[in-house]
RNA sequence: GCUCGAAUGGUGAAAUGGUAGACACGAGGGACUUAAAAUCCCUUGACCAUUGCGGUCGUGCGGGUUCGAGUCCCGCUUCGAGCACCA
């Protein structure tokens, strides 16, 4: 019987539908292993060879742990909120929930072709009302929750309420966006409105004022992961910084338990240090400096306590609040020209444009070490949004302050013993210390480590300042000037946000008759009739962000039909944590932190168990387009080959990979291709037309798009599955290049020839070592996420197993069962037409290799002395005489080097052959 | 600038400190065939030798540790990724 990948991949899809076969539920009774993909956006222009990539590892994983005997959570669904569907919807005034529709209808056609085991009764859709009733839920509970520095975790509002009563804000240990300080006498005063405000600046999902970075062109604020160099990831447009009052996260609050928790999961370094370098902390010192001739303190944070015998000025932001309060009088024009000036630049400006600005204030700031005065500049390296916006600059010793003491001619006192700092700054956190001595502090030949420290004592028992922690990570801001997202579950009466009571949830996106901000400029919700409660409050007109929907959905997919709960107790506390996730590095700063936060919030909520979402997490790498060329000889209708390109003036142009094999052009299809090639000439070389070729983004404008669902029509699911596993490391990066195809194609070929006239007869030695070898290694490489050397592995093994002519069902029935997670309708058809089975090898039981059949192939002599050396001989179990000699002539060496006092071991391990030449 | 990776044939890549280049593609040669496709077999890191055997060099560069280094350590080079007036 032939191959048949179309006949045979299309009758088991239908059978693993119909039979439900993937479909899970909680079952105590069996360990558990949640296995996730990161769910897509479905975009209109559908799959290509890149995406599912990530989706084949899992799935292996996941057919694996089955295999094993685990109950596998295996989910898939839609993160179908975004911006694409919205533009599209701008443009044709098509409802974007129709075209997600229809491109999640395409995703699912092209998932289900390549044979994943998703349970897909349990999928969810961001943008269905069941599902985001849930993410409006979370919110309210962020509204209604604050972070308690003491305990460390998420509390209710009422309680800080109850605090305010009694005692107002004394013995208050909370995450704020401001410090407030009141009686309880004066919050008892406070009316409705004011109290709301106070309680905004404790609230985790609050409503503050704050810098947001504002994209004109796409009329949206976004988030700070959203924006990469003062453009925006999408679309590529200018944003600028604009202060608006808008809601925002207190994702801050959980800085350091976002940076502790990074020890206790199973990822990758680098991932590991994106998020750490994401969050920023930096240890340092908050420190007070007294503004001479005033009743004013100036308070700066600073890493690098060490250098304060080096402050030779103070530098403010622009937007500063101390800016106002030390400018002294005859400054003040030349100041407030500075601040226009810088107002008037965007982000993007300030960041290109690195020329040193600044105005002096006028006034002058005492040293609290060595008394002397230091003046007080207004400059825009100094940011507002960090630390105190104000900073002690140590010019000998910061690269920044350097160039602004150079440019403004300030002195630059060197602090550290050999640093030259005639030309630029010595940085550098080491060095003896030097020039540091004052009245009560004497750092002078200390280590700078040491310095630091004896500094950050000092100015804490002096009460000059204290010990502090800084995070680079700033709040979520959590509002879009959108359509497309869920709406948030809040009206205003008085001008005060209310939520709305939870039996009203979901709140219902509403229709509008265009997908554009209104006149008056508000956001496209603001078009919707009726846009209020019940009683006439107006509703919220932003609508949420995108990481909003994709933050908690790995916890729905537990409990996806609940109607009671995000998740029920019971479900999570079976389920638990994602054990592995798999998914891209470019989620790293943004739904990575998000949803950890998220999950994190909810743990202090008791909604579920675990503190952190996801155990392990591997980054599949990204698959790159393989464009081909043709060159076309300028002014002409002729091609010339790639290999003879040089002997003429030709032009690049891109050509359809989908009509190249292997570089060679089909040039019946190219003259098909587009009218103007219909007559195109050709110089050939070798009687073919042969491509260039350039790695490039997989895009339509390279013509290098490449879909699985042709390579599927062509070469079947699992030689696609095969492919793109044997390809290379999962974690690396490649451009997808079909060349090579054919090889794992034949593979699949031989694999099916193989088992032709399966018998009952006994397998031989060789046929057991062959078989065991693999058992054994594919085990290891799928703990490993080696998949690309576990193919390998099984071409091996198919191939010897055909050159022993080994018919034995002893040794094919487990050989398709560690096939399966690869292959899967390969080897299920094999599994009952060639076996005859009528269980699905889906339910098989993953083959235990036996050591006995692969060590007495070869035993390896390991000979150690002096607890140091190691020396490795390995022979073949039938080796000849020469090869004992050998080995006992290392032994023998061995024991004379150790002059016979140290033990000699001989250790015997199955291993492989090793040549060892004795001097 | 700081942090983290990576570098091996014509190509994708393998190698718990122990025969470098598994496996595959491509290429060359051969078998079968009227022919092609398909299939199968041989060769394929470089150089030298070649009627036999074989020999030398070789994992970005320079050092080091080790009986032994692609692998470990130190110092570079190049490329990629992340962060970046973050004090």
Not at 413 to 428: C, N
Not at 536 to 547: A, H, R, S, V, Y
Not at 883 to 910: L, S
């Amino acid at each position: 019987m032939e191959y048949n990948h179309r006949e045979i991949e299309s009758r088991w899809q239908r059978q693993w539908r119909e039979s439900e076969i993937y479909k899970v539920s909680t079952d105590p009774s069996k360990p558990k292993f949640y296995v996730l993909d990161m769910f897509p956006y479905p975009s209109g222009a559908g799959l290509h060879v890149g995406h599912p990539l990530g989706y084949i590892a899992s799935d292996i994983y996941a057919r694996y742990k089955r295999l094993q005997g685990f109950n596998v959570l295996h989910p898939m669904g839609y993160d179908a909120y975004g911006l694409p569907a919205e533009q599209y919807a701008i443009q044709t005034g098509q409802h974007p929930e129709k075209t997600t529709t229809v491109n999640i209808a395409r995703y699912r056609s092209q998932l289900d072709k390549i044979g994943f085991c998703y349970d897909w009764s349990r999928e969810v859709k961001t943008c269905d009302p069941e599902y985001y009733k849930w993410t409006q839920w979370a919110f309210q509970q962020m509204f209604g929750h604050y972070y308690d520095i003491a305990a460390d975790r998420a509390m209710p509002i009422d309680a800080l309420v109850a605090h305010f009563e009694s005692r107002g804000t004394e013995g208050l240990q909370a995450a704020a966006g401001k410090d407030l300080e009141f009686t309880a006498a004066e919050w008892a005063a406070l009316d409705e409105k004011a109290k709301s405000d106070v309680l905004m600046n404790y609230r985790i999902a609050y409503l503050g004022h704050t810098m947001v970075n504002w994209c004109p062109k796409l009329g949206t604020v976004l988030a700070n992961d959203e924006v990469s160099e003062g453009l925006s990831i999408r679309g590529g447009y200018p944003v600028e910084q604009k202060l608006m009052y808008q809601w925002c996260l207190r994702v801050s609050a959980y800085a350091q338990r976002l940076l502790d928790g990074l020890e206790r999961v199973d990822w990758t370094d680098s991932l590991k240090e994106t998020q750490r370098n994401w969050i920023g902390r930096s240890e340092g010192a908050e420190m007070r400096f007294k503004v001479a001739g005033r009743d004013l303190d100036l308070e700066i944070f600073t890493t690098r306590a060490d250098t304060i015998f080096g402050v030779t000025f103070m530098v403010l932001a622009p937007e500063s609040a101390y800016v106002d309060m030390v400018t002294a009088d005859e400054c003040r024009d030349a100041v407030r020209a500075y601040l226009d000036e810088v107002k008037h630049k965007t982000e993007r400006e300030r960041m290109i444009d690195k020329k040193v600005t600044g105005v002096f204030t006028g006034s002058y700031a005492i040293n609290p070490l060595t008394g002397k005065q230091i003046p007080i500049w207004v400059s825009d390296y100094v940011l507002a949004g960090y630390g105190t916006g104000a900073i002690m600059a140590v010019p000998a010793h910061d690269s920044r302050d350097y160039a602004f003491a150079r440019h403004f001619d300030l002195p630059v006192i060197p602090l550290i013993e050999g640093a030259d700092v005639s030309e630029s700054s010595f940085d550098a956190k080491s060095g003896r210390m030097i020039n540091s001595e004052g009245p009560e502090l004497n750092l002078n030949g200390l280590e700078v480590k040491d310095a630091i420290a004896a500094t950050k004592r000092f100015i804490a028992e002096k009460g000059l300042g204290r010990v502090k922690v800084n995070y680079r990570l700033r709040d979520a801001i959590f509002s879009r000037q959108r359509y497309w997202g869920e709406p948030f579950p809040v009206y205003y009466k008085d001008g005060i946000p209310h939520m709305l009571p939870a039996d009203q949830l979901p709140l219902q996106l509403p229709e509008i008759d265009q997908y554009l901000p209104t006149e008056s400029g508000e956001p496209p919700l603001g078009r919707a009739k009726n846009w209020q409660t019940a009683d006439g409050c107006p509703l919220e007109l932003n609508t949420m962000p995108g990481f909003a929907g994709s933050s908690a959905y790995y916890l729905r997919y537990m409990d996806p039909r609940n109607n009671d709960a995000l998740v029920s107790p019971e479900a999570n506390g079976y389920w638990r944590q994602v054990d592995l996730y798999i998914g891209g590095t470019e989620h790293a700063t943004g739904h990575l932190i998000y949803s950890r936060f998220w999950n994190k919030f909810l743990y202090d909520l008791g909604t579920v168990c675990e503190d952190e979402p996801f155990r392990k997490l591997i980054n599949q790498g990204m698959i790159q387009g393989r464009s081909n060329f043709v060159y076309r000889i300028k002014d002409t209708n002729t091609f010339v080959s790639a290999g003879l390109r040089k002997d003429y003036d030709t032009t690049p142009i891109h050509v359809d990979v989908n009509i190249v094999n292997n570089d060679v052009l089909d040039l019946e299809a190219f003259r098909a291709w587009r009218p103007e090639f219909a007559t195109a000439e050709f110089v050939l070389e070798d009687g073919r037309y042969i491509c260039g070729y350039a790695v490039e983004k997989m895009s339509k404008s390279m013509f290098n798009v490449v879909n699985p669902d042709d390579i599927v029509e062509r070469y079947g699911a699992d030689t696609l599955r095969l492919y793109e596993m044997f390809l290379g490391p999962l974690e690396q990066s490649k451009p997808w290049d079909t060349n090579g195809i054919d090889g794992v194609n034949r593979f699949i070929k031989k694999l099916w020839k193989l088992y032709q006239d399966s018998d009952d007869s006994q397998p031989s030695a060789a046929n057991l070592k062959t078989l065991h070898t693999l058992i054994k290694k594919v085990a290891q490489d799928i703990e490993n996420f080696s998949f690309n050397t576990s193919v390998a592995a099984f071409m091996i093994c198919v191939n010897e197993l055909t050159a022993q002519k080994c018919r034995s069902r002893a040794v094919l029935e487990p050989l398709a069962v560690v096939i399966a997670p690869f292959a899967p309708h390969v080897a299920e058809e094999l599994w009952h037409s060639a076996l005859g089975h009528d269980t699905s090898v889906v339910d098989a039981q993953w083959p235990a290799h036996d050591e006995k059949h692969l060590v007495e192939a070869e035993v390896t002599y390991a000979v150690s002395f002096n607890g140091k050396a190691r020396y490795n001989i390995t022979v073949a179990a039938d080796a000849d005489a020469e090869t004992v000699k050998a080995v006992a002539m290392a032994h023998e060496a061995a024991e004379k080097w150790t002059g016979g006092k140290e033990p000699v071991k001989v250790i015997f391990v199955p291993g492989k052959i090793l040549n060892f030449v004795i001097k």
